[in-house]
């Protein structure tokens, strides 16, 4: 038979091992979820690629060789070469290194924006909130694109422009989703309980509040990256975002784009990594509204179970 004594000691020993496993349950859940592993995959990839080409690339992506123009995928050029001889996978590979920096500081941006006007309209005063909810429909009605261009036609084209251009205007797409969310968890019993028992509202907003709006956070961040990664091919397509001497997808589309009728394989390989990027971001975002949403309980190989009582809807 086993002593009391042992039985405490056994749940003391098991108890940090099941919170370390619970704590990094959604992982295996997100794996579970094809749209998750898939984004899971693509944004890996893409990830690996980058710190790759931060050392080594094939060839030097800006050596031109005009001898070897137009050159078939092969050996040694596995994707072919561009009109002056350039290899494109190189060309790709650092290009993805633009991608990922774009990416994470917009991401980084929008997050910080996002966060600090979703809780000035959720956590102060009425008047606060109200005016913060103004200020948020006047900048959202002006598109991200527009604005980076219009800053790119006064300080030039850059990088800075692109991250600092989205990562505001996401921002406030953020906040705005983010409020109500917010709203609604702040009338809830737990943080009712957390405010009695004396926590600060910063406090109560690191605790109980973001993690509740981590889905909807999640997915709205993941979009604005995935659009971050459009807008800096876009931008660099028309001319205002990367410069010429940094390699881009979207340069290099703007550059092989006039030779699609003689060469189209060339133009598949900027535009297959633009769109898999893109699509791999939006579906991991999914995937981890899915993995991380409290609300939903994942058993394996069922549908997905509300845990709280949703009301039924009368016909």
Request: charged share 10%.
């Amino acid at each position: 038979m086993t002593s009391p004594s042992s039985a405490v000691g056994g749940g003391a020993t098991d108890s940090p091992a099941a919170a370390r496993a619970s704590r990094w349950a959604w992982l295996g859940r997100l794996w579970r979820l094809s749209t998750g592993r898939f984004g899971l995959i693509v944004v890996a990839v893409v990830l690996a690629t980058a710190i790759v080409a931060s050392f080594w690339t094939p060839f030097d992506p800006q050596q031109v060789d005009i001898s070897d123009r137009w050159a078939p995928p092969g050996w040694p050029h596995l994707l072919g070469t561009d009109a002056t001889g350039r290899d494109i996978l190189s060309l790709l590979m650092a290009g993805a290194r633009t991608t990922v920096f774009v990416a994470v500081g917009a991401g980084v941006v929008a997050t910080l924006v996002g966060i600090a006007l979703a809780a000035l309209g959720a956590l102060t005063a009425r008047w606060v909130r109200e005016s913060v909810a103004v200020f948020v429909d006047i900048l959202i009605a002006f598109p991200v694109l527009i604005i980076a261009m219009m800053i790119s036609a006064v300080w030039g084209g850059s990088l800075w422009v692109v991250i600092w251009s989205v990562g505001i205007g996401f921002g406030v797409n953020i906040a705005r989703v983010t409020r109500p969310e917010l709203r609604r968890v702040l009338h809830s019993d737990f943080v009712l309980a957390g405010r009695a028992s004396g926590l600060t509202p910063g406090q109560n907003l690191v605790r109980h509040l973001l993690p509740n709006v981590a889905p909807v956070f999640i997915v709205q961040l993941s979009w604005g990256m995935a659009v971050a990664v459009l807008a800096e091919a876009g931008l660099s397509y028309l001319g205002f975002g990367a410069p010429v001497t940094e390699p881009s997808w979207g340069l290099l589309l703007a550059e092989l784009q006039q030779f699609i009728t003689v060469h189209p394989l060339s133009v598949v390989w900027p535009g297959l990594a633009i769109t898999l990027t893109v699509l791999g971001l939006n579906l991991l975002g999914d995937g981890l509204r899915e993995a991380t949403d409290p609300t939903l309980s994942h058993a394996r190989g069922a549908g997905r179970v509300a845990r709280t009582h949703i009301p039924e809807v009368v016909s």
